[in-house]
């Protein structure tokens, strides 16, 4: 009889502690999948990299029972540099192409406890590492040169990498890239002489592979 009483007490012991931990898991700590991206290499403009992006995930990691969830809906998602790398509220993120460098891309969260056995209302936050490599400049140059004339304006490169107010300007660019150069006069524009293609301001150079100069006159 003693026996079958105290079989009944353990039973009975082993069924509160379960309905306890039941209720009560508790969220201890964050994790981001992946915890470093790279984005860019150092032969390509930055300016290429924009729109290259990654899913992360945010993993909850759960005591009592332990447990590892995900949970990327449930985070709040942010970029220590926007304008380098920024992240949405579904965990992408996606290079800027206006800026080369490291940043740290964070997930919070707030937990709340489920019964007076659980902690108090705890924030949780986990970091990941986003690069963008910087262009090393390698590459074949392309020249700018303001031609002389009454006239003055500025000259722009699509990739980024020339930004040409007066003679001489040059950048260089991963061999092979198609160059478009914009011309913004102050007053009069003339004209282009050197470019594969002209359309009004607009120059471009097509499969760069060796160094060229191009003529601007305003």
């Given at each position: 009889?003693?026996?079958?009483?105290?079989?009944?007490?353990?039973?009975?012991?082993?069924?509160?502690?379960?309905?306890?931990?039941?209720?009560?898991?508790?969220?201890?700590?964050?994790?981001?999948?992946?915890?470093?991206?790279?984005?860019?290499?150092?032969?390509?403009?930055?300016?290429?990299?924009?729109?290259?992006?990654?899913?992360?995930?945010?993993?909850?990691?759960?005591?009592?029972?332990?447990?590892?969830?995900?949970?990327?809906?449930?985070?709040?998602?942010?970029?220590?540099?926007?304008?380098?790398?920024?992240?949405?509220?579904?965990?992408?993120?996606?290079?800027?192409?206006?800026?080369?460098?490291?940043?740290?891309?964070?997930?919070t969260v707030t937990t709340s406890s489920s019964n007076n056995t659980s902690p108090p209302r705890?924030?949780?936050?986990?970091?990941?590492?986003?690069?963008?490599?910087?262009?090393?400049g390698t590459g074949p140059t392309l020249t700018v040169e303001f031609a002389p004339a009454t006239g003055t304006g500025t000259v722009t490169s699509s990739p980024a990498g020339l930004a040409c107010t007066g003679n001489p300007c040059a950048a260089s660019f991963p061999t092979g890239t198609n160059v478009v150069l914009t011309a913004a006069p102050n007053s009069v524009f003339v004209g282009w002489l050197g470019c594969d293609i002209t359309s009004g301001e607009v120059c471009t150079v097509l499969n760069l592979t060796n160094s060229r100069t191009v003529t601007v006159t305003f």
């Open positions: 009889m003693v026996r079958n009483w105290l079989l009944v007490i353990l039973v009975c012991a082993v069924a509160a502690l379960v309905l306890s931990c039941g209720h009560g898991q508790i969220l201890t700590s964050i994790t981001i999948d992946p915890a470093t991206e790279t984005f860019g290499a150092s032969n390509i403009p930055v300016a290429a990299d924009a729109g290259l992006s990654v899913q992360l995930r945010a993993l909850g990691n759960y005591d009592y029972p332990p447990a590892t969830k995900d949970i990327t809906n449930q985070v709040t998602w942010a970029s220590n540099t926007p304008q380098m790398v920024t992240v949405n509220q579904t965990g992408l993120i996606t290079a800027t192409g206006l800026e080369c460098g490291g940043t740290l891309v964070s997930a705890t924030i949780l936050t986990a970091t990941m590492t986003a690069n963008v490599v910087c262009f090393s």
